[in-house]
């Protein structure tokens, strides 16, 4: 990778979720760094632009929002050798309306495509501008000239434009981690709530989504709700122009394939083999979440399971659902379908001997999972809508053995990519059980050749180029005058 041309002297990052918790021990207060997919790329881009750990000047500044840990916390412990955090605090109720509402109860399910579930209340937009604006006070305390701000997520659409109007010279980038869907789910949203969440975005220089889809649906709702010029892949304001494009996130491939290479994931892995008396695996990780398909995953398997006896005793499937926003009642419903769904599954074909779903209401530790992702004949992963999906791509990058296969739905993100998987459409319950029978019994021959494909494209796209390639595209925004085009 070339490294691109970096004129900015610090990165801010602003995301819901800092970099770290806080967790507070008889020696005081000690850091738990997050290990997820931002964190990393974000620490490579530091490097990328010439910072160096333990360099107090070139830590990264994390903005975030600062839960009951930080409320205590002296704030001058709030950084680690990488980052420093600068938690911004909101008032419970704004809170509650603006992360629980607006954004989960609301955004969450309308851009995936579940507008029944979608829950419209005016005092929640507010708490949303209100807790905008509580990131934008943070921010505006933060930013100094030559900074690079790159805002994450649905839950912060308001801010890039609130900063263009605190500081209009700011370099701005925003990144969509979900769906953005077509326009038709957009005007379901009130008119004016609308044009305010699309024009807070525009605020960006450089606006950011993982497949062209998302691009295109976000360049038409603009061109419905706004009005504005599109020209290319460029929005044309008065007196800028806002860079939009798909950048696909990824994972730290190379992290994936050394772990789980490991002592203590091969030992893991091997345990796991000897208790399933060598059956042929299928597993499948995910939060607790309608968007992921797991009712449907379930039934496929059932549909499967019925139609395959001679695969009952030979197979299992290791569904391990991961805790997440229970309080909601929605999510606890979903819980208790699920659970239903297991036992009757199991109480249909299971024997004293044989249990065809082992489930597990918990998170694995890094180890079970790459354990898990390496142990599997085949990893079934069937969002109903997935902005990305980086749970295949994880599965994908830990195959150094070049075996398993991966069974996908085509409404994750990640099958615009990984076109070697087998893909289908989660709802089909045949198709499902179809795909699982072709997994069971492909060929190593077959699986090493989707599996070599799928490698390449990830080794060759990981997450430290997603961030390389976005930050590259303010390079051309500078450059770019919008009346040499429209001229
Ligand atoms: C959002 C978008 C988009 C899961 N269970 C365990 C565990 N995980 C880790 C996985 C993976 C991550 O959580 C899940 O990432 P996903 O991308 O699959 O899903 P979301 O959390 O919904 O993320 C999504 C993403 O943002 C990035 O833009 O891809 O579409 O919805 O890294 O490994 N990790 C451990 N134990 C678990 O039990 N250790």
């Known amino acids: 990778m070339q490294p691109f041309d970096s004129s900015f002297n610090r990165l801010l990052i602003v995301s819901y979720r800092l970099p770290f918790t806080v967790q507070q021990t008889d020696d005081g207060t000690e850091l738990r760094q997050n290990s997820g997919g931002l964190v990393s790329a974000v620490l490579s881009m530091a490097e990328q632009m010439g910072q160096r750990q333990g360099d107090s000047t070139a830590k990264i500044h994390w903005v975030g929002f600062g839960d009951a840990s930080l409320q205590s916390a002296d704030p001058a412990t709030l950084e680690n050798d990488a980052f420093v955090a600068h938690p911004v605090f909101i008032e419970e109720a704004v809170h509650n309306g603006f ?26 937009f507010q708490s949303y501008q209100q807790a905008n604006t509580r990131f ?3 921010l505006t305390a933060l930013i100094q000239p030559g900074d690079l701000v790159w805002i994450h997520d649905f839950q912060l659409m308001l801010l890039p434009d609130m900063v263009r109007q605190a500081i209009p010279s700011a370099t701005i980038g925003y990144f969509f981690h ?36 998302y691009v295109q649906h976000f360049l038409q709702s603009v061109s419905d709700v706004l009005e504005l010029p599109i020209i290319g892949p460029r929005i044309v304001l008065p007196d800028r122009s806002v860079m939009v494009g798909d950048f696909p996130i990824s994972v730290d491939f190379f992290k994936f394939n050394t772990s789980a290479q490991e ?13 399933l008396r060598q059956n042929k695996i299928i597993f499948s990780v995910d939060r607790l979440d309608y968007t992921k398909g797991i009712i449907y995953r379930l039934q496929g398997f059932e549909w499967f399971m019925a139609h395959h006896p001679d695969w009952q005793g030979r197979v299992t499937l290791v569904m391990t659902v991961v805790p ?21 599954i199991n109480g249909r074909f299971g024997t004293i001997g044989w249990r065809p779903i082992i489930y597990s209401y918990s998170s694995l530790s890094f180890t079970e999972l790459l354990a898990l992702y390496t142990a599997c004949d085949v990893a079934l ?18 195959r150094h053995d ?11 993100g990640a099958a615009q990519e990984l076109t070697d998987a087998l893909i289908i459409n989660p709802t089909d319950t045949q198709e499902v059980a179809d795909a699982i029978q072709q997994g069971l019994e492909m060929p190593e021959s077959e699986q090493q050749q989707r599996m070599i494909a799928m490698r390449e494209h990830l080794q060759n796209n990981t997450v430290f180029r997603w961030s390389h390639n976005f930050l590259t595209a303010f390079a051309d925004v500078s450059r770019y005058k919008p009346e040499l085009e429209t001229d």
């Open 381 to 398: 992963i069937t969002p109903i809508r997935d902005g990305m999906n980086l749970v295949c791509k994880e599965f994908v990058a830990s």
């Open 136 to 138: 934008l006070e943070t």
């Open 324 to 344: 997440s926003r229970d309080k909601i009642g929605q999510y606890q419903e979903l819980k208790r379908e699920i659970e239903e769904t297991v036992g009757r």
């Open 99 to 124: 992360y629980y509402g607006f954004s989960n109860d609301l955004i969450w399910p309308l851009f995936h495509y579940f507008p029944s579930y979608a829950s419209f209340k005016e005092t929640d």
């Open 263 to 275: 002592a203590d994931v091969v030992n893991t892995r091997q345990q796991y083999q000897q208790l």
């Open 178 to 213: 979900i769906p953005f869907p077509t326009y038709e789910i957009v005007k379901l949203l009130p008119r004016t709530w609308r044009q305010a969440l699309l024009k807070g975005i525009l605020g960006a220089d450089v606006v950011g989504f993982h497949t062209t889809d």
């Open 402 to 412: 070049h075996k398993g296969v991966l069974i996908l739905s085509e409404f994750a």
